[in-house]
Each structure stands twice: as structure tokens, then as C-alpha cells.
């Protein structure tokens, strides 16, 4: 059965695409008559060198293309180079205007509102890589940012792209033992952090958690303090240097850019780490380069003077996917602090003053939204909102209702779904598609996406691994301090010559795509798999229930079902709430899907990017206890787990 259509764009609005205008030019090159987006993907993922040459030509990209071969060798998964022969660097791409527009806008809740314009922005960046080079802080080395997301982590970032060391950020709501866990294993020699940050309108105060980050770090020669608070705690140590003093101390007119390979190291970025200490995945500027361009400026039309916003930290890979809006010469907007304070308008408010393009959430967000009953569209005017993106879990079909009856009718709803892993998406929006109820819309233009059975066979309207079946950009150039076998392992053991993703899907007749949940948390009763997403969409229509968790347990040579449900304040899970719930499941799902247990739990534990962690409950009520929780926003959450007895 098909899913309902919901939107559809309008001849007009698909001209008007950044997509549209890239299909023109590929026809125009190649004498093609692609006229739709699943002939413009086949052409892709069939023709890929002349596609990747089509991306680095038509966005005028700065650097040294060099001579083909551009993909080589030219399906190695791992190992295919990216134009091998060429040189870029990535804060050139990211700097091209230099005016007095603006280029960056910044709320920290309702308590601070800022702006930065191009010439600022280049001008402030030329300080800070004055201030590395003076420092001696060259190509390789690495500049950890442990700050909000504010408009000086951007600049920081870029300072760092400029001279070729390697940028790597953690969210200040991480505590000492999370930081000292990603930072503590790629030594950097330059920390960059602050006083504080506000969250719930209140200020949470960090220099102690700092100097105790700083204690355990001694591979740090310099610290660089951007006062967000601007408390009276200073640090005596002769390593820092006030940002303002940096400024101007180190103030030039002189930007340099130096050009590497494509395969030259930008970031380094963490896994979640809550099986043990998180991956250090690094990332390459010329992958990433490529890569956001397809993602932010064809799949997103991020162009000229259009307004970007995602709510992320920058411990978030989207973080670091909203920051590359600037290559695209469009205004990057920045968010810092709960988007529940002072209420759940906050960030709609935001969205109408700033006449936002795009706003990006996750899915948790939207479904609270739909829990509060907020009805966005009768209290604010988004005229110029095109797209709304969603990521970080399955938007489930009601969500998808709920954007159109009280969001918006007449806009583009992108799901997304990808990872840290590859610094980007697999599947996801387009401006030019359809978008069906419950439906991500399709694959990312570069990314041939299948999904496979257990025998490495492509299937559709049925479940299976989400795989890519030709290399991409974003393939990490390698996981920091390995010696390629846990790199190996996390992707390629399961088929040969395949990106196994690990995220259980479905490809509809629409040729969309329909996720489950992630693999390694796929219920199995009775052998038969089951995603948890498809227990979370029926149990979360029920009114009385705010959100939920399901994991198997280890019972009698079997696994049965655990259910936990966060509910309404003031209200208990009786016998009454009980029958409802195994009614919905076995009813809008079916029988297998009705859990053998179902318990009220006060909190569901949750990542600091608003991800739920199914496998440390799971392990817990398995009787295992869990190696890492410092990468939990919640982990206090976990005693009431451990304490069961089920």
C-alpha cells in the first residue's frame, strides 16, 4: 500500500531549486535529458567521476582539480582517493564573500542575540590563525573546542582549516570524564573554551570543569577563554590568552590559505561512545567539501543569502553539516540552550524574526511539539520557510501530519537519516520529490543506497540493512590511532566491498525509505525481527504517554519484550492504561509486536544529542553493566533501571 501524498512542489519552486539548475548543467555538459530526481540519482551513482567533476565545476570550487583520474581506485570500500591529483583547503571555500552582510546570526536562549558579517568574520579568523602559526601550531596538529555553539566555535574551525591542523569540539553540558574521553585520546595542543553557556534559563557556570579538563590534558600549550557569561572567574595559568586580548594582539589583514590533498585530515569526531570509549572517526576537508555541497546546497538549496538553521551542539555531527551552509554563501544561524525555554515557541520565534530558509531539528522535537498540541502555524508567520529538516531518529508518520496541520501546509518535509560515521547522510530530502507520509524521500544523490538480506541480496518492501555499494567522500580517512582492523570491523565485515550501516530499513514503492531503528537494537521474539520504531510509532499516539523505550530481554532461550513508558505528569500505569497500550500494538502493528512487560519509567536515557539509548537499558536488564555513561545527558537516569527486578 502506498503512502498518502503530502506535498508536492510546484513547477514553479522547482525551478527555483539549486537542484534543478545542477540538473540543467549536467544535461547541458553531457547532452542528457534527465528530467527528474531517481534519473538524475541512476546517473549518479553510474557515472560517478563525471558527477563529482560536475559538483567541483558547477560550485566553482577553489583549488587545483589536478588530472583524472578523479576517483581512484575507483570503487575501494575503504580506499578510493577523491580527486587524487587535486589540492583545496576548506576554510578558502568557506571565506569566498567579504562584505558587510551578514554571515552569521546567534540566539543563547532569550538572553543573548548577535550578529556577524562576512568582513568580521574573515577578519576574526585572520587573528586566530595568526595566533596559531605565532604559536607554532602547525599542519596535523589538533585545536579542541570544548564550547557552545556560538559564532567563535565556527571561527575557531575555520582558523584551524586554514593552517591544516585538525578541528575536533565536544558541548559544554559534557562533563570532565566525557571530555577528557574524546580529547584524552588525540592530544590536542590548543583548547578553546569557556566560562559558561545558558540552558533552562539558567547560567551553568564551567571554569572548574575546565581546570580539571586542563589538569588531565597535558598535552595542552595554550588555552584560548571566550567569555559567554561574562562571569568574574578568571584562570591564572600563563597558557591563556582572553579571546578579546587575541584579537587584538594578533590582528592582520593577512589570510592564508595552504592547500592540501583532499584526503588531508579536518575533522576528528566522536562516536557516542556508549559501549565503551567513543571512535575518533577523522574526516577529510575535500570529503567533506564534496559531500555538504550535494547535501546542503542541492538537497537543502542552501545558495546566496538564504538563512540555515539546525538545532544541534557542537558535540552533534550536524553541527558541523550546519556550518558548511557558509561555502554556499548563505547566513548560518546558530542556537544555544534549551529549545524549551521559556517555551516551546522559542525557537518558531527565532525562525520568524531571522526569516529562516531551512530549520533543522530532530525527530523528538517535532513529536514533543505534537505531544504540547503547539499549533506553530497560528502564532507565527513563516513565509519564507522552504524546508524543514528532521534527523537523529525515524520521523514517524504521525509527526509527518503534524507538520502539515500545524507547521506548515505548503513545505518541503526532509527527513534525514546518516551519521557521525560519514559526516552526512545517506538518504534524505530533495526539493524537487514528492514527500509521502512517514516516508524519507530517497537516497543522496553520489550515495548508491540498497538494502540487503542477510545474503548480501538487494530487496525492497522489505526490511533490511541500510548498505552503500560504491565508495563516497565522507568514508573516514580512518579512526585516530587504529591500525585499520577496528575501522574495518565497524563497517565492512558483514559484505564484502559494502558500507554496512547498521540501521534497519525498508525502500517503498515510492522509492523511499522507511527506517526501524538501529540493527544492533532490532528486537528478535521468537526469531522474527521487529525495528523499535515500529513499537514507538503506535505507543506514542496514546495521549497519556510522552515517550517511551523498548529493548528484548534474555528469557527461557527466547527474548521477550520489555516496554518502559514515560508518562503525563501525575499519572501511574494501571491495569486500565496497561490493556490500551498492548490493544494499540496488537492492533496497529501486531500481536508480535505487544510486549510481555510493560513498565512506567521516570526519564528514558538519552545521548546528548537527544538519541535514545536502547542498548544500555538493555544490557542492564541483562545483567550487564554498562562501560561508559559519560556520554549520556541523562546518566543518573540509569540507577532506576539497574534497580529492577523484572
Same mark, same amino acid.
Given at each position: 500500500?502506498?503512502?498518502?501524498?503530502?506535498?508536492?512542489?510546484?513547477?514553479?519552486?522547482?525551478?527555483?531549486?539549486?537542484?534543478?539548475?545542477? @540538473?540543467?548543467?549536467?544535461?547541458?555538459?553531457?547532452?542528457?535529458?534527465?528530467?527528474?530526481?531517481?534519473?538524475?540519482?541512476?546517473?549518479?551513482?553510474?557515472?560517478?567521476?563525471?558527477?563529482?567533476?560536475?559538483?567541483?565545476?558547477?560550485?566553482?570550487?577553489?583549488?587545483?582539480?589536478?588530472?583524472?583520474?578523479?576517483? /581512484?581506485?575507483?570503487?575501494?570500500?575503504?580506499?578510493?582517493?577523491?580527486?587524487?591529483?587535486?589540492?583545496?583547503?576548506?576554510?578558502?571555500?568557506?571565506?569566498?564573500?567579504?562584505?558587510?552582510?551578514?554571515? @552569521?546570526?546567534?540566539?543563547?536562549?532569550?538572553? $543573548?542575540?548577535?550578529?556577524?558579517?562576512?568582513?568580521?568574520?574573515?577578519? +576574526?579568523?585572520?587573528?586566530?590563525?595568526?595566533?596559531?602559526?605565532?604559536?607554532?601550531?602547525?599542519?596535523?596538529?589538533?585545536?579542541?573546542?570544548?564550547?557552545?555553539?556560538?559564532?567563535?566555535? @565556527?571561527?575557531?574551525?575555520?582558523?584551524?582549516?586554514?593552517?591544516?591542523?585538525?578541528?575536533?569540539?565536544?558541548?559544554?553540558?559534557?562533563?570532565?570524564?566525557?571530555?577528557?574521553?574524546?580529547?584524552?585520546?588525540?592530544?590536542?595542543?590548543?583548547?578553546?573554551?569557556?566560562?559558561?553557556?545558558?540552558?533552562?534559563?539558567?547560567?551553568?557556570?564551567?571554569? /572548574?570543569?575546565?581546570?580539571?579538563?586542563?589538569?588531565?590534558?597535558?598535552?595542552?600549550?595554550?588555552?584560548?577563554?571566550?567569555?559567554?557569561?561574562?562571569?568574574?572567574?578568571?584562570?591564572?595559568?600563563?597558557?591563556?590568552?582572553?579571546? #578579546?586580548?587575541?584579537?587584538?594582539?594578533?590582528?592582520?589583514?593577512?589570510?592564508?590559505? +595552504?592547500?592540501?590533498?583532499?584526503?588531508?585530515?579536518?575533522?576528528?569526531?566522536?562516536?557516542?561512545?556508549?559501549?565503551?570509549?567513543?571512535?575518533?572517526?577523522? %574526516?577529510?576537508?575535500?570529503?567533506?567539501?564534496?559531500?555538504?555541497?550535494?547535501?546542503?546546497?542541492? %538537497?537543502?538549496?542552501?545558495?546566496?543569502?538564504?538563512? $540555515?538553521?539546525?538545532?544541534?551542539?557542537?558535540?552533534?555531527?550536524?553541527?558541523?553539516?550546519?556550518?558548511?551552509?557558509?561555502?554556499?554563501?548563505?547566513?548560518?544561524?546558530?542556537?544555544?540552550?534549551?529549545?524549551?525555554?521559556?517555551?516551546?515557541?522559542?525557537?518558531?520565534?527565532?525562525?520568524?524574526?531571522?526569516?529562516?530558509?531551512?530549520?533543522?531539528?530532530?525527530?523528538?522535537?517535532?513529536?514533543?511539539?505534537?505531544?504540547?498540541?503547539?499549533?506553530?502555524?497560528?502564532?507565527?508567520?513563516?513565509?519564507?520557510?522552504?524546508?524543514?529538516?528532521?534527523?537523529?531518529?525515524?520521523?514517524? %508518520?504521525?509527526?509527518?501530519?503534524?507538520?502539515?496541520?500545524?507547521?506548515?501546509?505548503?513545505?518541503?518535509?526532509?527527513?534525514?537519516?546518516?551519521?557521525?560515521?560519514?559526516?552526512?547522510?545517506?538518504?534524505?530530502?530533495?526539493?524537487?520529490?514528492?514527500?509521502?507520509?512517514?516516508?524519507? /524521500?530517497?537516497?543522496?544523490?553520489?550515495?548508491?543506497? %540498497?538494502?540487503?538480506?542477510?545474503?548480501?541480496?538487494?530487496?525492497?518492501?522489505? +526490511?533490511?540493512?541500510?548498505?552503500?555499494?560504491?565508495?563516497?567522500?565522507?568514508?573516514?580517512?580512518?579512526?585516530?590511532?587504529?591500525?585499520?582492523?577496528?575501522?574495518?570491523?565497524?563497517?565492512?565485515?558483514?559484505? #564484502?566491498?559494502?558500507?554496512?550501516?547498521?540501521?534497519?530499513?525498508?525502500?517503498?514503492?515510492?522509492?523511499?525509505?522507511?527506517?526501524?531503528?538501529?540493527?544492533?537494537?532490532?528486537?528478535?521474539?521468537?526469531?522474527?525481527?521487529?525495528?523499535?520504531?515500529?513499537?514507538?510509532?503506535?505507543?506514542?499516539?496514546?495521549?497519556?504517554?510522552?515517550?517511551?523505550?523498548?529493548?528484548?530481554?534474555?528469557?527461557?532461550?527466547?527474548?521477550?519484550?520489555?516496554?518502559?513508558?514515560?508518562?503525563?505528569?501525575?499519572?501511574?500505569?494501571?491495569?486500565?492504561?496497561?490493556?490500551?497500550?498492548?490493544?494499540?500494538?496488537?492492533?496497529?502493528?501486531?500481536?508480535?509486536?505487544?510486549?510481555?512487560?510493560?513498565?512506567?519509567?521516570?526519564?528514558?536515557?538519552?545521548?546528548?544529542?537527544?538519541?535514545?539509548? #536502547?542498548?544500555?537499558?538493555?544490557?542492564?536488564?541483562?545483567?550487564?553493566?554498562?562501560?561508559?555513561?559519560?556520554?549520556?545527558?541523562?546518566?543518573?537516569?540509569?540507577?532506576?533501571?539497574?534497580?529492577?527486578?523484572?
Amino acid at each position: 500500500m502506498k503512502n498518502k501524498l503530502l506535498w508536492k512542489p510546484t513547477q514553479e519552486k522547482v525551478k527555483s531549486t539549486s537542484l534543478y539548475n545542477f @540538473i540543467e548543467y549536467i544535461n547541458s555538459r553531457y547532452q542528457l535529458t534527465i528530467n527528474n530526481f531517481d534519473k538524475m540519482h541512476t546517473w549518479s551513482v553510474e557515472n560517478r567521476e563525471n558527477f563529482w567533476d560536475g559538483i567541483w565545476d558547477f560550485y566553482k570550487i577553489i583549488g587545483i582539480k589536478g588530472d583524472k583520474p578523479f576517483l /581512484q581506485p575507483k570503487n575501494n570500500l575503504p580506499g578510493t582517493r577523491f580527486f587524487p591529483n587535486g589540492k583545496l583547503n576548506y576554510a578558502e571555500n568557506m571565506l569566498k564573500k567579504n562584505n558587510d552582510h551578514t554571515a @552569521i546570526t546567534f540566539w543563547s536562549e532569550d538572553k $543573548i542575540k548577535k550578529k556577524i558579517t562576512w568582513l568580521e568574520l574573515k577578519n +576574526q579568523v585572520s587573528a586566530t590563525a595568526n595566533f596559531f602559526k605565532k604559536k607554532g601550531i602547525k599542519s596535523g596538529d589538533r585545536i579542541a573546542a570544548y564550547l557552545p555553539n556560538m559564532p567563535e566555535t @565556527i571561527i575557531m574551525m575555520l582558523a584551524s582549516s586554514s593552517i591544516g591542523a585538525i578541528f575536533s569540539s565536544a558541548s559544554p553540558d559534557f562533563g570532565v570524564e566525557g571530555v577528557y574521553d574524546r580529547f584524552g585520546q588525540i592530544k590536542p595542543k590548543v583548547l578553546i573554551t569557556t566560562d559558561g553557556y545558558n540552558f533552562n534559563g539558567k547560567e551553568i557556570n564551567i571554569t /572548574q570543569k575546565v581546570e580539571e579538563v586542563v589538569n588531565l590534558l597535558p598535552s595542552i600549550d595554550n588555552i584560548i577563554i571566550v567569555p559567554l557569561l561574562n562571569s568574574n572567574e578568571r584562570y591564572l595559568s600563563n597558557k591563556v590568552i582572553l579571546y #578579546e586580548t587575541l584579537l587584538k594582539k594578533y590582528e592582520t589583514k593577512i589570510l592564508e590559505f +595552504q592547500k592540501f590533498e583532499l584526503d588531508h585530515p579536518l575533522y576528528i569526531m566522536f562516536s557516542s561512545g556508549t559501549t565503551g570509549k567513543p571512535k575518533c572517526i577523522v %574526516h577529510s576537508a575535500g570529503g567533506v567539501l564534496l559531500k555538504h555541497l550535494v547535501e546542503v546546497g542541492l %538537497h537543502s538549496n542552501a545558495c546566496e543569502n538564504k538563512n $540555515i538553521f539546525y538545532f544541534t551542539t557542537c558535540g552533534w555531527m550536524m553541527w558541523n553539516w550546519l556550518v558548511s551552509s557558509l561555502m554556499l554563501n548563505s547566513n548560518v544561524c546558530l542556537y544555544d540552550g534549551s529549545p524549551f525555554y521559556p517555551n516551546s515557541d522559542i525557537l518558531w520565534k527565532y525562525a520568524e524574526e531571522e526569516k529562516f530558509n531551512f530549520f533543522g531539528t530532530s525527530a523528538k522535537y517535532i513529536d514533543a511539539l505534537s505531544k504540547f498540541k503547539n499549533k506553530i502555524s497560528e502564532k507565527f508567520s513563516l513565509n519564507k520557510l522552504e524546508t524543514i529538516g528532521s534527523t537523529g531518529s525515524p520521523l514517524v %508518520h504521525e509527526s509527518f501530519d503534524y507538520v502539515y496541520e500545524n507547521i506548515k501546509k505548503d513545505v518541503h518535509l526532509a527527513s534525514l537519516s546518516g551519521g557521525t560515521d560519514i559526516v552526512g547522510c545517506f538518504v534524505g530530502g530533495n526539493p524537487i520529490s514528492p514527500v509521502y507520509r512517514g516516508e524519507i /524521500q530517497g537516497p543522496i544523490l553520489g550515495m548508491d543506497v %540498497h538494502v540487503f538480506n542477510e545474503d548480501g541480496k538487494t530487496i525492497k518492501n522489505q +526490511q533490511g540493512e541500510l548498505v552503500c555499494i560504491k565508495s563516497f567522500p565522507t568514508m573516514p580517512i580512518k579512526f585516530w590511532k587504529d591500525d585499520g582492523k577496528k575501522y574495518h570491523q565497524a563497517y565492512f565485515d558483514k559484505y #564484502e566491498n559494502t558500507w554496512n550501516h547498521g540501521d534497519y530499513i525498508l525502500k517503498t514503492e515510492n522509492n523511499g525509505f522507511i527506517i526501524y531503528g538501529r540493527s544492533d537494537a532490532t528486537l528478535n521474539p521468537g526469531g522474527v525481527r521487529i525495528g523499535t520504531a515500529e513499537i514507538y510509532r503506535q505507543v506514542e499516539k496514546i495521549d497519556d504517554i510522552l515517550e517511551s523505550l523498548v529493548i528484548g530481554q534474555n528469557w527461557k532461550n527466547d527474548t521477550r519484550l520489555v516496554l518502559f513508558v514515560v508518562l503525563r505528569d501525575h499519572l501511574s500505569l494501571d491495569s486500565n492504561l496497561t490493556k490500551v497500550i498492548k490493544n494499540k500494538l496488537r492492533t496497529g502493528a501486531s500481536p508480535r509486536h505487544v510486549p510481555s512487560i510493560i513498565v512506567q519509567a521516570p526519564e528514558i536515557p538519552k545521548t546528548k544529542s537527544g538519541k535514545i539509548v #536502547e542498548l544500555a537499558v538493555r544490557d542492564l536488564i541483562n545483567g550487564k553493566e554498562i562501560k561508559n555513561i559519560s556520554a549520556l545527558a541523562n546518566p543518573e537516569c540509569l540507577d532506576f533501571y539497574r534497580s529492577l527486578s523484572i
